[in-house]
């Protein structure tokens, strides 16, 4: 994905945990989103859908109702939060996973900057 892209968010939509394979640098223009952050080594702990799945790199978990019986090691997941504000500008590194919540109507823009190798050997423990 190269190049410039830029969303609109209305209130309440969400983007569910996934990984990217690239990094990324995000700009929000206008509203309010909340991003959850995990480092790459708490893979084991977001229960991803597997690898040939249409949505594989996502977690399984619904992180707005997690079920922590169906799965238990989400409850130790370690996360940072951050609610981003019009004129912020987030570094999102290669393979670190982001939930995302928009909290008002929101405008951002992102681009790509190709991938890395950094924190493969935590993703290929977890199929991927």
Same mark, same amino acid.
């Given at each position: ?54 949505? !594989?790199?996502?977690?399984? *978990?619904?992180?707005?109702?997690? $079920?922590?019986?169906?799965? /238990? =090691?989400?409850?130790? !997941?370690?996360?940072?939060? *951050?609610?981003?504000?019009?004129? $912020?500008?987030?570094?999102? /590194? =290669? ?34």
């Amino acid at each position: 994905q190269k190049g410039i892209h830029c969303r609109f968010g209305m209130k309440g939509v969400i983007a569910e945990n996934h990984f990217d394979l690239s990094r990324n640098a995000i700009t929000l223009l206008g509203g309010q989103r909340r991003y959850i952050l995990a480092h790459p080594n708490q893979c084991s702990n977001m229960n991803l859908l597997p690898r040939g799945h249409p949505s !594989a790199r996502h977690s399984a *978990v619904d992180w707005s109702n997690p $079920d922590l019986e169906t799965f /238990p =090691t989400f409850k130790d !997941a370690e996360v940072n939060e *951050v609610v981003m504000q019009p004129g $912020d500008v987030l570094y999102l /590194p =290669t393979n670190w996973f982001h939930y995302i919540i928009s909290l008002e109507l929101n405008m951002q823009c992102n681009t790509r900057s190709g991938g890395e190798k950094i924190y493969r050997d935590e993703i290929t423990e977890c199929g991927f």
